[in-house]
């Protein structure tokens, strides 16, 4: 994990740290836009490297995160964000769950996902703008080539192996849709609602079974709604991270 602080000021200490879990193939730079609108507080990145299991990516960042913080995942990021929150709960003061799914891979697709992995981590290039690209931006924003290039960087610069790891991670959770019922903390549910890959369903079944929920449906937005609409996002975050805050006093 990226210990280091992105953002602060002598208000930190008044404000509990911010732990940020990017996807698949994603780094700081898929948060880059939301961070720059929000508050100042501590934030660390708690990048999926090196590690193929979600219990395994829960307990390693679990290691390095503060005693006691806000934690936000996006994607991918979001479903291990589930998991460190099912794991110490007592730790997690709010979670937020950006363009994120609570339910399993029917095993019967396990192995059609890790060829889909295979075959797309030999040409990744081809593999964002060709296959992926359709299903991560909403109509609106599929011309935007300054936004295609910064994900296709973003995957290249993960890498092969990255690709297949965190095909790994996916494939090995669990179920959350029922032990999210436990996780009373603060909560944020937001995705957009051209979402192709983490759908507008799937982000109301999770608000709908979290305790303290907040559910928000971006329109002309698709999963990477932090770069297709960094204003709206950082505003729920923002009010998210209030909310938090006074909890947690």
């Given at each position: 994990?990226?210990?280091?602080?992105?953002?602060?000021?002598?208000?930190?200490?008044?404000?509990?740290?911010?732990?940020?879990?990017?996807?698949?193939?994603?780094?700081?730079?898929?948060?880059?836009?939301?961070?720059?609108?929000?508050?100042?507080?501590?934030?660390?990145?708690?990048?999926?490297?090196?590690?193929?299991?979600?219990?395994?990516?829960?307990?390693?960042?679990?290691?390095?995160?503060?005693?006691?913080?806000?934690?936000?995942?996006?994607?991918?990021?979001?479903?291990?964000?589930?998991?460190?929150?099912?794991?110490?709960?007592?730790?997690?003061?709010?979670?937020?769950?950006?363009?994120?799914?609570?339910?399993?891979?029917?095993?019967?697709?396990?192995?059609?996902?890790?060829?889909?992995?295979?075959?797309?981590?030999?040409?990744?290039?081809?593999?964002?703008?060709?296959i992926m690209w359709p299903r991560y931006v909403s109509e609106g924003r599929r011309q935007d080539a300054a936004l295609q290039h910064?994900?296709?960087?973003?995957?290249?610069?993960?890498?092969?192996?990255?690709?297949?790891?965190?095909?790994?991670?996916?494939?090995?959770?669990?179920?959350?849709?029922?032990?999210?019922?436990?996780?009373?903390?603060?909560?944020?549910?937001?995705?957009?609602?051209?979402?192709?890959?983490?759908?507008?369903?799937?982000?109301?079944?999770?608000?709908?079974?979290?305790?303290?929920?907040?559910?928000?449906?971006?329109?002309?937005?698709?999963?990477?709604?932090?770069?297709?609409?960094?204003?709206?996002?950082?505003?729920?975050?923002?009010?998210?991270?209030?909310?938090?805050d006074r909890v947690s006093a």
């Open positions: 994990m990226n210990g280091g602080k992105l953002t602060g000021s002598d208000n930190d200490t008044e404000r509990l740290p911010l732990l940020l879990v990017p996807g698949t193939l994603c780094d700081e730079r898929v948060f880059t836009p939301v961070l720059a609108l929000l508050p100042e507080r501590s934030v660390s990145i708690a990048p999926l490297t090196d590690v193929s299991d979600v219990h395994e990516a829960a307990r390693r960042i679990l290691a390095d995160a503060p005693p006691r913080f806000a934690l936000l995942g996006f994607s991918l990021g979001g479903i291990v964000s589930l998991e460190i929150a099912a794991t110490e709960p007592g730790r997690v003061a709010g979670l937020a769950l950006i363009g994120s799914n609570a339910r399993p891979v029917a095993p019967e697709f396990h192995a059609e996902r890790r060829r889909e992995a295979i075959s797309g981590s030999e040409n990744l290039d081809h593999y964002i703008r060709k910064l994900i296709a960087a973003m995957a290249r610069d993960g890498g092969r192996q990255l690709l297949l790891n965190q095909t790994e991670i996916g494939l090995s959770r669990i179920d959350s849709r029922d032990r999210i019922a436990r996780m009373t903390m603060p909560s944020l549910v937001l995705g957009g609602c051209e979402d192709a890959l983490c759908t507008p369903e799937m982000q109301r079944e999770m608000a709908h079974r979290l305790p303290d929920a907040q559910l928000a449906l971006l329109p002309d937005a698709g999963h990477f709604v932090t770069l297709e609409q960094p204003e709206a996002v950082a505003a729920h975050i923002s009010s998210w991270l209030e909310r938090v």
